[in-house]
């Protein structure tokens, strides 16, 4: 890869070249990507891939119009065609009242250190290594019959942004994931299959492959004779992997193109209750060596660590400029973008904060209810809040797990569960959205 001063340099000159061919504004935006994958299954290597790229995306402007052009070729020639095919889309597109560049002084000016980027590239032995022991790991769990495979990834991708009001700006990010999904039990008696993962910017940060390997076994067979249960309103406790999923309805709901297009069901909530008091819902775009870490957003303005959720209210949208100019609102820098596309609102790192009760207490008090473990589907309806997932699980009786269970459904409405939710205090950062366990009161379990 060229080194960032080059491509910041490319870049700007490619944003002087398109207001040169008459555009009033452009930025430009550069990906540099390499990635190493390694797939392992029963004993074998299965897949061993590296793999480059690089992309450029220009973004003109004339007017209110906006057109996005992009290439993966840097030559001369390829970048004056992309400059002249960008700025004629630009004069033919409909006006978008809306679109633009940050102005000068909504610019970032202090970019924090985040360490997200590991210095060193893992070699292929070393994932192989991994993954033959974490599937070794898996399969070496009583009970476990088969398997998927384990797969480790890495990747280091470099982003590079300049624009015409002045920004300029690089930064370097890169990750690496070990996983593994093995099967318990045989066609006789049945089968049940589980997983686990780990990702990280750092290998070393990495849970070991033993305990990754040991972890999926482990949930699989205590899939095996898994029943129905009858349909029935009882209290529903997500696992942590599991209640991650109820924040990520949160940040979907929260997005503020959705709400400026009335399509969200939270997009008269703001500043009133929206969660049980104490729950709180923190966004931190600057954590050290975290997932979703960078140190402004997309369009150059500056992010922060703010609480979503504060004691049950919610605090904001996540705007990017577009968004916060619809709704007449000050842009609260969660732009994201690609090199194909214009900007839009996403969150960074979020967790839902720890609450003051261990998960077995939590539970304790459950004549009847459901763990879920894992779910599946999509029946979530941003519009109107009705949830209803694939569940699975184990069934509680008298605050103990008696059996596990499948082929279940779970139904409620996100504005009721968000406000009959708990909290246990057993977060762990892990996915990039993250939580710790989570009790809901009265959904509806729906099997026989």
């Not at 982003?159 to 994931?177: E, I, R």
């Amino acid at each position: 890869m060229t080194d960032n001063g080059t491509n910041l340099s490319l870049l700007s000159d490619l944003v002087a070249k398109a207001q040169r061919r008459g555009a009033d504004a452009a930025d430009a935006l550069l990906v540099n990507s390499a990635s190493l994958s390694i797939a392992y299954r029963l004993g074998a290597l299965e897949k061993l891939e590296r793999s480059e790229s690089g992309d450029i995306g220009l973004r003109v402007f004339i007017g209110r119009r906006q057109a996005i052009v992009s290439s993966s070729q840097r030559d001369a020639a390829a970048l004056d065609d992309l400059v002249e095919r960008a700025v004629a889309m630009a004069r033919t597109v409909p006006e978008d009242p809306f679109c633009g560049l940050a102005d000068p002084d909504q610019l970032t000016t202090a970019l924090p250190a985040l360490d997200i980027c590991d210095p060193a590239e893992p070699s292929a032995d070393t994932l192989i290594d991994m993954v033959r022991t974490t599937e070794g790991a898996a399969r070496a769990v009583p009970g476990i019959t088969n398997s998927e495979g384990a797969e480790a990834g890495w990747g280091r991708t470099t982003v590079v942004l300049a624009a015409s009001n002045g920004f300029a700006h690089s930064y370097d990010m890169s990750g690496v994931s070990l996983s593994v999904t093995v099967l318990a039990g045989d066609d006789a008696s049945g089968k049940e299959r589980d997983y686990d993962y780990s990702s990280a910017v750092y290998l070393a940060d990495l849970r070991s492959p033993t305990d990754v390997g040991t972890t999926a076994g482990t949930r699989a067979v205590l899939r095996l004779g898994g029943r129905k249960v009858p349909t029935q309103s009882v209290p529903v406790v997500f696992a942590r992997r599991a209640a991650g999923g109820l924040v990520s309805h949160l940040l979907g709901a929260i997005n503020g193109a959705s709400v400026a297009r009335g399509t969200s069901f939270l997009k008269d909530r703001l500043e009133q209750r929206v969660f049980a008091p104490g729950i709180t819902i923190i966004e931190d775009p600057h954590r050290h060596r975290g997932l979703r870490s960078k140190p402004c957003d997309g369009e150059g303005l500056p992010n922060r660590s703010r609480r979503l959720i504060d004691d049950g209210v919610l605090t904001t949208w996540l705007l990017d400029l577009r968004s916060a100019r619809q709704l007449g609102l000050p842009p609260t820098g969660h732009a994201s973008r690609g090199t194909s596309g214009p900007p839009s609102p996403s969150a960074t790192n979020v967790y839902l904060d720890k609450g003051k009760i261990s998960a077995t207490t939590l539970i304790s008090d459950i004549r009847q209810g459901l763990y879920v473990t894992e779910l599946s589907g999509m029946g979530v309806n941003g519009i109107t809040g009705d949830y209803s997932r694939g569940a699975t699980g184990l069934w509680i009786e008298n605050g103990k797990f008696v059996y596990p269970v499948n082929e279940i459904t779970i139904a409620g409405n996100l504005k009721d569960m968000f406000l009959n939710l708990t909290a246990a205090d057993d977060l762990e950062f892990r996915y990039g959205v993250d939580s710790p366990t989570l009790r809901v009161e009265g959904m509806t379990v729906a099997g026989l």
